[in-house]
């Protein structure tokens, strides 16, 4: 079992351009859940994707978006980015509502 | 709102030496709580559930436990690989039924 993947690693982006931030679940999963880690500071829900649609909501402006795949991997875009979005992107994937399995992450550092 | 607070920030301590982590929460109605553990630039590694109070669970050298304000992670003779970021979250009933609520983590050193 590969576990939760994320790709890329690492990705380094200029004010104002757009990312997208990809994450292939559990085998067995189909609960894609995106969150935010600043350094120092404990992970912040984006949102949730389940049967293809956002289930939930963060307190997090349109810029952040998503998308959930038939095969139930997920993307996450972000638009116009800030200095503040730098920080690592994890995915987590969950059957239903039970434990939450995290990936590897995504560094995003914006300059 | 629900809220989780972690304590201490940080923790020093000498290979052997036991000691416990704290999680206090406030959440409407608690679905689960868990924790997880992190290593730096790495995802959370996931640790134990913990859905009722007065509900224990262990791994290795590490217990949880739960009660209705807090839970404790109770970590007996440490060894330096345990050195690492404990993160604890919470699950609530109310609104957004599926997300978790994080602490900011205790950040455990172990020193051989």
């Known amino acids: 079992d590969a576990g939760v993947t994320q790709s890329p690693t690492h990705l380094i982006k200029t004010r104002g351009q757009q990312v997208t931030l990809r994450c292939s679940p559990k085998s067995g999963h189909d609960t894609v859940s995106w969150y935010q880690q600043a350094l120092g500071q404990g992970p912040q829900f984006i949102f949730q994707?389940?049967?293809?649609?956002?289930?939930q909501r963060g307190n997090f402006p349109d810029r952040f978006s998503g998308h959930q795949f038939p095969n139930y991997s997920s993307e996450l875009n972000v638009n116009a980015l800030l200095l503040g979005d730098s920080a690592l992107y994890l995915c987590?994937?969950?059957?239903?509502?039970?434990?939450?399995?995290f990936g590897p992450g995504t560094r995003l550092t914006v300059l | 709102e629900d809220q989780v607070t972690q304590s201490p920030e940080a923790l020093r301590l000498q290979e052997g030496e036991s000691s416990s982590l704290n999680c206090s929460y406030t959440?409407?109605?608690?679905?689960?709580l868990f924790w997880y553990r992190q290593d730096p630039g790495k995802g959370p590694e996931f640790l134990f559930t913990?859905?009722?109070a007065g509900e224990e669970k262990e791994k290795e050298r590490l217990k949880a436990t739960l009660t209705k304000k807090e839970s404790f992670l109770h970590i007996t003779a440490p060894k330096p690989e345990d050195s690492a970021t404990y993160l604890c979250a919470v699950q609530g009933y109310g609104g957004a039924t599926n997300k978790l609520i994080f602490g900011t983590g205790t950040l455990l050193a172990v020193q051989p």
């Open positions: 994707y389940y049967e293809e649609e956002e289930r």
């Open positions: 987590a994937s969950s059957f239903g509502g039970n434990e939450q399995f």
């Open positions: 959440v409407s109605g608690l679905r689960g």
């Open positions: 913990l859905y009722s």
